[in-house]
């Protein structure tokens, strides 16, 4: 859907599962045949890995709690 980038992705427990990113293909009558999102996990572990590159990014890591 146009102007869904960066919302919340939940599954049917109300969990958080991913971040919208993409609206993917219409069909003829412009209707949304799919969607992306980026998955929680992914984006975790990315910042994760970014921060653990410095003492600074370590301390935001301890501050943060992530799973």
Known sequence: LRGSSGSPVFNLN???????????DQDIS???L????IMIKNIIDDLRN???KDTEGKKILEELKLP
């Open 50 to 52: 970014k921060l653990n």
């Open 34 to 37: 799919n969607n992306e999102g």
């Open 30 to 32: 412009g209707t949304f």
């Open 14 to 24: 109300l969990d958080l599962i991913a971040l919208h990113h993409f609206s993917g």
